[in-house]
Structures are given as structure tokens and as C-alpha cells.
Nanobody, 125 residues
């Protein structure tokens, strides 16, 4: 069973920072792809950042230079450090995981079979 559990969400003012965490089971090793997505009501879930095999990292254009994805392979935790937050970053943030699927982009929701329950991030202006 693959259970992903996010934490670290909250409310901050614009310009502030938050760090999200996602714990994942030991069955997920370095051969898996891990990612962060976000979703606001009425909109499609969008990819934010992903770590692929070989630690290749991909960011959405909207977060480049502000967000940093990383993982601790010993503690089995995926992180998303979010700096210079903007009101438009407000969303429910999800952690996702799956084995690599070369035909799908790592920021495509179809790439992932396993999802966490989400953690809310609210940025006020």
C-alpha cells in the first residue's frame, strides 16, 4: 500500500515562506518519480515540481526561482520549500508518486497513480 501524507500547510502573508512535507513509505525508492501538485476550486490540478529518477528536477514556470523541491531518501520525506509566496499560490497542495512513465510529462496528473490527501496553503495580500 502506498500512502502519502502531506503536512506543513498554513496561512501566510504575501512574500512569506512555507515548507511542505510529504512522508512516503519505504517501498518507494529512488526509482520512483515524486511530485507536488496544487489545485484551486473550479480549476484543474496543476503540476508544481517533480523529482524524477537520477534526481532530475522539473518546475512549473510559475514557481521557478521561488520554490525548491527536495527529498530525504533516509527519512522518506519529500519537501517543497516555498519562498516569496504570492496570493495566486493559494491552493490545496498534493504530493504524488509513481514509477517513471517516459511517455508522460512529470508534471502531468496522468503520470501518477498515488496521491496524498492534500494540505491547504493560503497566501493573503
Amino acid at each position: 500500500q502506498v500512502k502519502l501524507v502531506e503536512s506543513g500547510g498554513g496561512s501566510v502573508q504575501a512574500g512569506g515562506s512555507l515548507r511542505l512535507s510529504c512522508s512516503y513509505p519505504t517501498s518507494i525508492d529512488r526509482g520512483w518519480t515524486l511530485a507536488w501538485f496544487r489545485q484551486t476550486p473550479g480549476k484543474q490540478r496543476e503540476g508544481v515540481a517533480a523529482i524524477d529518477i537520477g534526481d532530475a528536477i522539473t518546475y512549473a514556470e510559475s514557481v521557478k526561482g521561488r520554490f525548491t523541491i527536495s527529498k530525504d531518501n533516509v527519512k522518506h520525506i519529500l519537501y517543497l520549500q516555498m519562498n516569496s509566496l504570492k496570493p495566486e499560490d493559494t491552493a490545496l497542495y498534493y504530493c504524488a508518486a509513481d514509477l517513471p512513465r517516459p511517455r508522460l510529462h512529470v508534471l502531468d496528473t496522468d503520470h501518477y497513480q498515488y496521491w496524498g490527501q492534500g494540505t491547504q496553503v493560503t497566501v493573503s495580500s
